[in-house]
């Protein structure tokens, strides 16, 4: 008996695992995926602009706009997660739905600005420099469409009640995401301005 109880004694509590939603590990795998392909390609831009032949032209004006947008859906897509722990249903739809239609406005400046590149005749192919302007704002436009689907299905689920003060998972995948993208502009904004 004294051996059964001495047995027992050693037997400890077991350690708490720390865990993750799916969901969200799923999420910060994608961003690190992101920030790794677009550290190679800001790295291959320098490296390529070292080795001349590198056209000059103005950035348009637009993309500085594009970029105050997306500022703005930030602090709209915050007021959303705001709402949400209140539970304050009707600002979060609203919240929701403004950040959506500003993502969607800062896709089409970006096209706009694709628009007056071809004007100042900087093209996709001709000029590393043109190359790299599309495909960094291309690449960064095609993230952009995939948080607007994430937004979406924020979005249904806020009207569908399943998004509130006790259940935040959806909302801060959302939320999480759609900052990531803000930044991830403003630093290739700001990359493109500093080495043009």
Do not use: C
């Amino acid at each position: 008996m004294s051996e059964l109880t001495s047995d027992i004694s050693i037997i400890e509590e077991p350690q708490e695992t720390l865990s993750m939603n799916p969901r969200k590990f799923i999420m910060w795998l994608f961003i690190v995926s992101i920030l790794m392909l677009f550290a190679a390609m800001t790295s291959a831009y320098l490296v390529r602009r070292a080795e001349g032949n590198w056209l000059e032209y103005d950035i348009p004006k637009i993309f500085s706009y594009s970029s105050v947008v997306l500022v703005i859906s930030s602090l709209t897509m915050h007021w959303a997660y705001l709402s949400a722990k209140k539970d304050n249903f009707n600002s979060l739809k609203i919240a929701i739905s403004i950040t959506f239609a500003l993502g969607a406005i800062f896709l089409y400046m970006q096209f706009q600005g694709w628009v007056e590149l071809v004007k100042e005749n900087v093209f996709f192919v001709g000029n590393p420099a043109g190359s790299f302007m599309y495909i960094f704002t291309g690449l960064h436009g095609f993230h952009l469409i995939s948080g607007l689907i994430v937004l979406i299905f924020a979005l249904v689920a806020a009207f569908r009640l399943r998004i509130h003060a006790k259940n935040l998972n959806r909302l801060e995948i959302a939320a999480t995401y759609w900052h990531f993208l803000d930044i991830l502009w403003l630093y290739l904004f700001f990359f493109l301005v500093y080495f043009h």
